[in-house]
Each structure stands twice: as structure tokens, then as C-alpha cells.
């Protein structure tokens, strides 16, 4: 057996002092440790010393291990991913004095698994019309913990009315019980305070049916009359859409979404002409890169 | 003698020929080639044939030449892209002998950086085959020629250590017979190389992990399942809910993705090995998987396990053995009938399996079994089962779990409702040494030695099944020393963001490397924090793993961590040099679950 020899002569090699070569009795069937075990803390061994020296670079020339030696590590954790969800891209078929409309709703992430850049974009308008609500947000995102992330980056509004540019805080995660939220503070350039909640829950029927209840709440800290919204609570929306994952990354969708606003988000709406209250059947894809 | 060199393709009988396997036939002309040894209808080799050049697919002596390089396979009807040694999947089965010197002499003809590692085969650290660690890596146009004196016999195999050639196909067994005679005698062999294949690029199996930790799952719990009364209740479906756990996370990668190869066929293709009734049949299984963990049995007929990791074992008869990636059992098997045999190899979650064939005449194609229902993870797996420490055949001896009797009594995952008030990621559980940053998503609350247990889903299966607690050197250890330190290391995890590491780090991170004074002994213990089995694998050396066989501990080059659980092991620091100590998950170890190990003369503490 060279293993045996080869063994016997580590053993010399390493030259500790007195071994405890001495065999224990075995108890048949104790989970004993291998000779005598381990001894008691205080006689504990200490750890070596960190090498400061890579052992191949004694044989091969230590630039070009140098190298490899990078990518090895690198390619260990931390490679680049990236994902552009468009989470919503639907049409919104009218119904009585609701025109028919459409209304998307992306997200995207470019990093690694602690910081990413990260863009989002939403907002519906009219069949044939220019966005009524739109904004682009670009930002870092940044991993909390296990769940949470937290995004800081400027969000353009570019729908109807004036076009605001505001500075963005969200945290992003998910709860307990797999519920994905989102909240958001944004201070415009005009110093507006506004708030933005949003929860959705992914309810499996089949392996391939997914029910999808989603909430988005928008709160004001102030009235903003050209923007018809008042202070408090102004845009609500409830959905409910059902989609099928053909593949996970293509899923065609049906559902419904009903909108309205705040008390006072509410007048503004009405005394513009408009109803602030709208429930809307929806049919769309949802696909991501 | 010699391996027989059968016809490029199986001799069909007549009467069995179907239309399957005479595609499987016609594949091989559409770049489906396959060496000798892994040819459907394959004779396999009779105990003491020296193994001769001549063979076509066998490659012995003292130098020996592999070319890597791009090959297009058919695989399950669909072309896929292959990097492939001397242009086949799996590659040639390197034959070789205890004690001889070897010069494997590796081209690369790729138009990328290459490597292979001799996965088990003690060797010079400089000719382990690891790109950046033992050596720079062989570039495009590059021969590298590793030259090594073989210390041992046994099973082992080779793979790619180059960013993802290893799950492109990169993979062939090595075959190392003992100087001595044969502990455990046989009259034919075969080498049974298990993988799996997408003709997706490894890595965009990757990205879509990224992008969604349960991607490849199409087994999770559903509304449609509660109301239909399956898998697990309400009240246990919100408690994992509430702690972000699914139990069905049991496989990152899936049959959804995947088509599981027994030496690079299918099901279908169904590879045969033949033997004569009566005969003594050596198979050596080697799980090359990239991804996935394999449930192995032959239906009817016992196994007797002989050898786990290359090195003999006292002979144990099992009916069913899980085999973790990077693993390998030898088992001999005597089939008495003229009648065709099944290898099956089941998906750890069961979305798929391969069946392949025994048989006494080329062309028969054995039964296929239906797939067993997927299992479900417990509180054991989340190391929450506080009922470990008394469950039936364990008791408690001095402080340490008696494991003589393992227990048959499957593990009552869902009697334990109070510990559920315990939480997963409780900081003041978790050892100084974790850094507690987003890729750390649980730590597990009282993890058990689960050595004894049987492995994940073949808890309550009713036939024998191999467990590491079953396992006993042979030979019994040359160092009986005492270790002289502890080391703990904790597997860490956040599958939603699928960050795996060390002690919360991913070798990104550059953390330092794991220490070791050069022929020290140390007692290491592996502490696994996630919901997932981990083979980890220690290049350059064996261990022996504390699982109460005393001084016939087994020695193994990976061990397979089950979830919740740990391992404890003994480590002689025997191989001078720098190795690579990972997760043999391929995408765990890419997404950070690896470290170097150092071994360092001088500096000799008392």
C-alpha cells in the first residue's frame, strides 16, 4: 500500500510533538472521535498564518498567474447580471364614457448582487393619444439584507401637465408571506413632497396560472392644482390580473383595474370634466430579457 | 481481456429492433459519437484485462493526449453545443495503474482559455487543473502536460475547471486499477457516468437563476394542489410563507431545462451494457452532473457497495444509494437471469430521470419505472427538528449522538409546530465568523449531524438505502492522531437572490483563503445554513468523515451536506500547495460558494 507508506511518512514529516497515536478503546456503536478527541480549548491549537504567497507562483510566471488568478476569483460571485422586465404592457378596451387606452409598466436591473443600476418606467394614456401619466426613474440599487433593497436616482415625469423632475428614495423587498412592496418619497423641483406605496402578491393556481392582486396608492403632502391632485391620498388603483407563463418570461394576461382618487384629488378631477373613478377590463403581456 | 471494440453501432437482434433505438443507432452518424466504452451495446471490461492503446475510447500507459475542443451533439433530437476531450461526450475513459508515472498531455484547440481536473487523483498541486489556483489555465493553441507518479486505485473522473466547459460536456471517467489484487473481486465492469445536459448555455441557465431564484421549478405548491388536499396543509404552507421558504426549492436547475444522460445517452438512446448470467458486474458510478443530485437503483436486483470516492469500503448491500455531484460509488451487482436490467437514475426532485440498460444481448431495453413523487423539504432541512436528538435508534451518549443504530423512523417533519416560533435568520445565532450581509438569508437554529439520516426525499422509501453512517474504510486510517484544532465553516445562502458562500462570503469577496500548517490535523465541521444539499469537495485530499466508524472512518474527496444538517471531518493537511475547496453544485461554486485552501510547511505549532 503506498498510501500507507506515503502516510507514515507525512506523519514523520510533520513532526508534531508526541501524537496521540494511542488508539482508543472503541464503544462499539458511540459517535466517538477518531483517536482522542479534540483536546480541551485551552490546549486548542492555533490557526496558521495567512499565507501572503500564492504557491503557484513559485513555478508559473507570477503575472500571468496574477491574472488568472483574478478571473478565477471573479468568476466566483461576481459576474454582471442583468433583467428587463416589462412587467405590464396591456390595452385597456373602453367601456360606456371610458375610452379605450393602454398602460405599461417596466423595470429593469444592470450589476452584480449588491449594487445595480437600475431603470423603471410607467404610465397609461388613450388609444391614440400621447401618455396622460408617464415617468422614467434611473437609479442605484443597493441590497439592504436578504429582502430588501433601496434605490436612490431621479424619476422624469414626461405625461399630461407640466413635467416634473423629482429626486427618488425607494425601499423594495419582499415581506413575509411573499408579498412584493415597494415604497417611495420623491421631492420634486419644485420642492413638492409626494409618496408612492405598491404591494402585489403572486398567487399560483397551477404551475403556469398565476392570479396577481396589485395595489399602487399615491399620497401628496400638498395641494398641486395643475397637476389636478390634492393633498393626502390622490391616485388609487386595485388590480387583478391572471396570467399564463407560456415560458416564465412570456405571459399573456387578462384582468381588471379599477382607479380612483382622493377626497380632495377627487374634486380637482370633477371640476376638470373627469371622472375620478374608472374600472377597467385589461388584457396584456408580460415578458422580460 | 481488453476492452472488445463493438461496431459503430449496437448489434440489433432482430426481433427487438425498434424504431428508438435504431435512431439512437442512426445518432451516432449526427455527431453523436461516442468512445468505445460509453457505446450502447458496450461489452465493458473483464477484471485483470490489461488495458491495451489498442482499445478504441480506452486511453492507458504512460502518456497520454487529450484534445479539447468544440463538437456538436444531438441530444433528446435537439443539437447542442459541446466541448468535448478528443471530440466526445462523455470523453475517453482514461485507464491507468497504482504506481505507474503518468504524462496526460491536454491541447487546447478552443478559441478559449481551457483546463481539466483530475477530480479525486492526489497530484502535485501545480497539476490539480485549476486556472488560477494551480496553474494559469491552458490558452487557446496551448498544450499542458501533467506528469504525476498514480498513489492510489480506484474510481475517479475528469472535468473542466474553466468557466462552465464542465456543464458543456468537458467530463470523462478515470479508472485506476490497484497494484495489488482486487479487495472485491468481479468478473466484467462497466462505468456508469451520469450527467445532465441543456443545449442552453450554462450560463443563461444562470442568468434566468438571477433573475428568478425559482425559474426552473415547475413543481411548486399551488391553490390547485391545497384544494385537491396535496402536499403540505394551509397551516404549514403560511408558516413557511411567513419565513420566505419554499419546500419545493429542492433543485435549482430541473428536467424543465435539463435531459439526464447515463454515459451520454438518454432514455430513449437507452445505453446497453452487456453481461452473461451469473457473472460478477462491477458498475462505477460517477455522478458528472453539473446540477444535479441522482437517486440510483436497478429494480429488483441488491447492490453491494464496495468503494464510495475511490477508496474501498467494507462491502455494504443497499437497494438504493443517492449520489451527490462529483461523488462516485462502485457496486457490484449479479444479475442470475437472461433478462434485461434497468440502471435508473431519478432527479433528486424528481423532474426527470434516465434509465439505461443491462442486458444479455445488445438491443433489449428494460422497463422503464415511473418518477416517485417529489419531496417536500422539512423542518429538519431548515435544522429546526428539535426532535432530532431522540428520534427512535439515536440516543444520547456522553454529548454525542449515538449513530450506531441509524434510524429507519423517517424524520417527522410536521410535528413540530412550536419550533416554528423559532426564527431563521437569528443573528445572535449565527457564529462570529458570518458576515450577516444580503447573501445570508437563514442561518439554521439547531443544526444535527444528519450522517445517519437517509437523504433528502428517500426518507420513508421501503427498501434499503445508503446512508453515510452505512459507510467503513475498508483499510483503516494510517493517522490516528488526534486533531489538534477546530475549524467550523458554515454554507450560506440566499436563493431568492442566488448568493451562495462561506461564512456569508462569495470567493468574489476575496476573503481569506482557509490555513493549514502542512501535516497538521484538523477536526473540520461543515455547518449548512441553507435549504439546499451541497457536495463540497476538497481538491488534493481526503478526508475522513466522523460518522462513528471509528478508526474505519471513510475517506472522501466530496461529501454531500444534507440541508439543516453538518458534517464533521478529520483532515490530515498532507499535500503541500494551494487547492480549491467549493461546492461541486457547478452554479453555487459560480456564484461564490468557494474558497482556496492553503497547505504551508514551517511554522510548526507544538
Known amino acids: 500500500m503506498s498510501m500507507r507508506l506515503f502516510a507514515a511518512v507525512l506523519v514523520t514529516m510533520a513532526g508534531t510533538a508526541g501524537p496521540a497515536l494511542a488508539q482508543m478503546a472503541d464503544m462499539p456503536g458511540t459517535m466517538h472521535d477518531h483517536a482522542a478527541p479534540v483536546s480541551s480549548p485551552d490546549e486548542e491549537a492555533s490557526p496558521p498564518p495567512i499565507p501572503a504567497d500564492h504557491a503557484a507562483d513559485a513555478i508559473f510566471d507570477p503575472a500571468i498567474m496574477a491574472r488568472a488568478r483574478k478571473a478565477t476569483i471573479h468568476d466566483a460571485g461576481g459576474m454582471p447580471f442583468s433583467m428587463l422586465l416589462i412587467d405590464q404592457a396591456e390595452w385597456r378596451p373602453g367601456t360606456g364614457k371610458n375610452p379605450q387606452g393602454y398602460a405599461w409598466n417596466v423595470k429593469g436591473w444592470w450589476g452584480g448582487d449588491v449594487n445595480r443600476l437600475a431603470i423603471e418606467s410607467e404610465g397609461e394614456g388613450l388609444a391614440g393619444e400621447k401618455a396622460e401619466r408617464a415617468e422614467i426613474q434611473v437609479g442605484w440599487l443597493h441590497a439592504l439584507d436578504p429582502w430588501f433593497n433601496v434605490r436612490a436616482g431621479v424619476r422624469q415625469d414626461l405625461g399630461w401637465g407640466p413635467h416634473r423632475t423629482h429626486a427618488a428614495l425607494t425601499i423594495e423587498g419582499i415581506t413575509p408571506y411573499w408579498f412584493d412592496v415597494e415604497g417611495s418619497l420623491f421631492i420634486s423641483n419644485k420642492g413638492e413632497v409626494t409618496a408612492r406605496l405598491e404591494g402585489s402578491y403572486d398567487q399560483r393556481i397551477t404551475q403556469r396560472l398565476i392570479l396577481q392582486p396589485r395595489a399602487e396608492l399615491d399620497f401628496s403632502a400638498q395641494d398641486m392644482p395643475e397637476l389636478r391632485t390634492g393633498a393626502g391620498l390622490g391616485r388609487a388603483e386595485l388590480g387583478l390580473r391572471l396570467r399564463y407563463e407560456i415560458a416564465r418570461e412570456f405571459a399573456p394576461y387578462v384582468g381588471v383595474n379599477w382607479e380612483t382618487r382622493g377626497g380632495r384629488s377627487a374634486r380637482l378631477m370633477r371640476a376638470s370634466g373627469d371622472d375620478p373613478t374608472a374600472l377597467r377590463a385589461l388584457a396584456g403581456i408580460r415578458l422580460w430579457f | ?606
Open chain 2, 1 to 606: 481481456m481488453p476492452e472488445q471494440s463493438p461496431k459503430a453501432r449496437p448489434r440489433l437482434s432482430p426481433l427487438r429492433l425498434d424504431r428508438r433505438t435504431l435512431l439512437a443507432g442512426l445518432g451516432a452518424s449526427l455527431g453523436g459519437a461516442f468512445p468505445a466504452w460509453a457505446q450502447g451495446g458496450a461489452h465493458g471490461a473483464m477484471m485483470g484485462a490489461a488495458p491495451s492503446n489498442q482499445a478504441p475510447g480506452v486511453l492507458s500507459g504512460e502518456r497520454i493526449e487529450l484534445a479539447i475542443g468544440h463538437t456538436p451533439v444531438r441530444i433528446n433530437g435537439r443539437m447542442g453545443h459541446a466541448v468535448t476531450a478528443n471530440g466526445t461526450m462523455p470523453g475517453p475513459l482514461i485507464r491507468l495503474r497504482e504506481g505507474q508515472d503518468v504524462c496526460l498531455s491536454v491541447r487546447n484547440t478552443l478559441g478559449e482559455d481551457t483546463s481539466v481536473h483530475w477530480h479525486g487523483l492526489l497530484v502535485p498541486f501545480q497539476f490539480d487543473g485549476v486556472p488560477g489556483i494551480s496553474f494559469p489555465g491552458i490558452a487557446p493553441g496551448q498544450t499542458f502536460d501533467y506528469r504525476f507518479p498514480v498513489r492510489q486505485a480506484g474510481t475517479y473522473w475528469y472535468h473542466s475547471h474553466s468557466g462552465m466547459q464542465e456543464a458543456m460536456g468537458l467530463l470523462g471517467p478515470i479508472v485506476i486499477d490497484p497494484a495489488g489484487p482486487e479487495p472485491q473481486p468481479y468478473d466484467r465492469e462497466h462505468v456508469i457516468m451520469l450527467s445532465d445536459w441543456s443545449p442552453v448555455h450554462p450560463h443563461v441557465l444562470l442568468k434566468r437563476l438571477k433573475q428568478m431564484g425559482g425559474y426552473h421549478n415547475f413543481q411548486k405548491q399551488t391553490l390547485a394542489g391545497l384544494l385537491a388536499g396535496r402536499d403540505q396543509p394551509l397551516s404549514e404552507r403560511l408558516a413557511w410563507g411567513r419565513m420566505r421558504m419554499d419546500p419545493t426549492d429542492i433543485s435549482d436547475v430541473t428536467g424543465s431545462a435539463y435531459t439526464f444522460l447515463i454515459n451520454g445517452h438518454d432514455t430513449d438512446a437507452n445505453w446497453t451494457g452487456l453481461f452473461t448470467p451469473g457473472e460478477r458486474v462491477r458498475l462505477r458510478f460517477i455522478n458528472a452532473s453539473a446540477m444535479t443530485h441522482f437517486n440510483v437503483r436497478l429494480p429488483g436486483l441488491p447492490m453491494r457497495v464496495i468503494q464510495a470516492d475511490g477508496q474501498d469500503v467494507e462491502p455494504v448491500e443497499t437497494d438504493e444509494f443517492q449520489i451527490a455531484i462529483a461523488e462516485t460509488y462502485d457496486v457490484i451487482v449479479c444479475p442470475a437471469k437472461a433478462e434485461p436490467v434497468a440502471i435508473i437514475a431519478e432527479a433528486l426532485d424528481r423532474s426527470g430521470l434516465c434509465r439505461a440498460t443491462l442486458a444479455p444481448q445488445a438491443g433489449m431495453v428494460a422497463p422503464l419505472v415511473p418518477l416517485r413523487k417529489r419531496p417536500l423539504l422539512t423542518m429538519r432541512d431548515m435544522g429546526m427538528d428539535m426532535s432530532g436528538m431522540d428520534m427512535g435508534g439515536m440516543g444520547m451518549e456522553g454529548g454525542t449522538l449515538d449513530l450506531s443504530a441509524p434510524s429507519d423512523a423517517p424524520p417527522s417533519g410536521h410535528a413540530h409546530h412550536g419550533a416554528m416560533t423559532m426564527k431563521m435568520r437569528d443573528k445572535s445565532l449565527a457564529a462570529p465568523a458570518i458576515r450577516m450581509g444580503p447573501g445570508v438569508a437563514t442561518i439554521a437554529p439547531a443544526p444535527i449531524d444528519r450522517l445517519a439520516d437517509r437523504p433528502t426525499g428517500l426518507e420513508q422509501v421501503d427498501h434499503r438505502v445508503l446512508t453515510y453512517a452505512d459507510l467503513r474504510a475498508l483499510v483503516p486510517s494510517e493517522d490516528r492522531r488526534a486533531p489538534t484544532r477546530h475549524l467550523d465553516l458554515h454554507l450560506t445562502a440566499n436563493m431568492e437572490r442566488y448568493m451562495w458562500g462561506f461564512d456569508g462570503a462569495k470567493l468574489s469577496e476575496n476573503p481569506d483563503p482557509i490555513s493549514f500548517r502542512h501535516g497538521e490535523r484538523v477536526r473540520v465541521t461543515l455547518i449548512n445554513d441553507t435549504m439546499m444539499p451541497h457536495p463540497i469537495h476538497l481538491h488534493g485530499h481526503f478526508f475522513e468523515l466522523v460518522n462513528g466508524a471509528g478508526d474505519k472512518a471513510p475517506r472522501k474527496h466530496t461529501v454531500n451536506v444534507l440541508p439543516g444538517g453538518k458534517v464533521r471531518f478529520d483532515l490530515t493537511a498532507s499535500a503541500l500547495g494551494d487547492w480549491a475547496f467549493h461546492c461541486h453544485v457547478l452554479l453555487h461554486m459560480h456564484t461564490g460558494m468557494f474558497r482556496v485552501v492553503t497547505v504551508r510547511a514551517g511554522e510548526n505549532a507544538a
